[in-house]
């Protein structure tokens, strides 16, 4: 099977394209370093013929007001892209809860995202995936300074990376869900609570909870948390970070 894995260089879909090569197929990575340009849509149809899968892995550069138009842009070319070119199977990937937050617009232009590939014709599907492993020292960046990291008491279920790039791998080599899977790690933290014990581990406890810290601020009640029916992923969050 041959399968055009967009923002295939990233930190998803390096790995991605690694599973999909490990298992036989023929994965193919296309990036702005392979002179793919999915806003101006130079290169997309090259990339996506012959495909028969196109997985869209590439994300907004920013988190801001921008974000919307990168989505409209990004997926009316590549979904368009892939009309053209017979594509049978269109995967993106999501965020649990995506259709809960419209509080904040990076969420908003998710859900814009998945309503493009929706409205298309070509049969897809949607990986929602919780808050990444990898992004808690990001996230815990954002409200931190040498005194404090403030953090809301946000309940999320982080997920490691290399366990959303086994979902989306597994997904895209079957047959389209028209439809979501959502995909979550095995525990549920207070976003707070994550903040220490990721601290603790580098002997820090700066860790202050603010329930208006932060863009997790605007997040209510479980909203991000897994729904009934999602896939369990087996990385606990302890053992994640003694490796990392």
Do not use: C
């Not at 892209?81 to 594509?87: L, P, Q, R």
Request: aromatic share 6%; hydrophobic share 50%; no cysteine.
């Amino acid at each position: 099977m041959k399968i055009a894995v967009f923002g295939g260089t990233g930190l998803i879909g390096s790995q991605v394209v690694a599973n999909l090569t490990a298992a036989g197929h023929e994965a193919v990575p296309h990036s702005l370093s392979t002179g793919v340009d999915i806003i101006t849509g130079a290169g997309v149809d090259d990339a996506v013929a012959g495909a028969d899968v196109v997985v869209n892995l590439t994300n907004s550069p920013t988190f801001d007001d921008a974000s919307p138009a990168f989505f409209q842009t990004s997926m009316d070319n590549l979904v368009g892209a892939s009309t053209k070119a017979g594509v049978g199977h269109f995967v993106i990937l999501s965020i649990v809860g995506v259709d809960q937050v419209p509080g904040l617009v990076y969420y908003r232009a998710k859900v814009l995202q998945e309503d493009v590939l929706r409205a298309g014709d070509v049969p897809f599907s949607i990986v929602r995936a919780t808050q990444f492993m990898e992004f808690v020292d990001a996230i815990m960046s954002w409200t931190g300074d040498g005194e404090t990291v403030r953090l809301p008491r946000t309940p999320i279920q982080p997920i490691a990376a290399a366990d959303v790039a086994a979902a989306v791998s597994e997904v895209s080599v079957g047959a389209p869900l028209n439809g979501v899977r959502n995909v979550a790690g095995p525990e549920v933290f207070t976003l707070d609570e994550l903040g220490r014990i990721t601290l603790a581990a580098k002997g820090d406890s700066r860790v202050v909870a603010d329930d208006t810290a932060g863009m997790f601020a605007a997040v209510s009640g479980d909203a991000i948390i897994a729904p009934a029916g999602a896939v369990t992923a087996p990385t606990r969050y302890a053992d994640w970070l003694a490796r990392a």
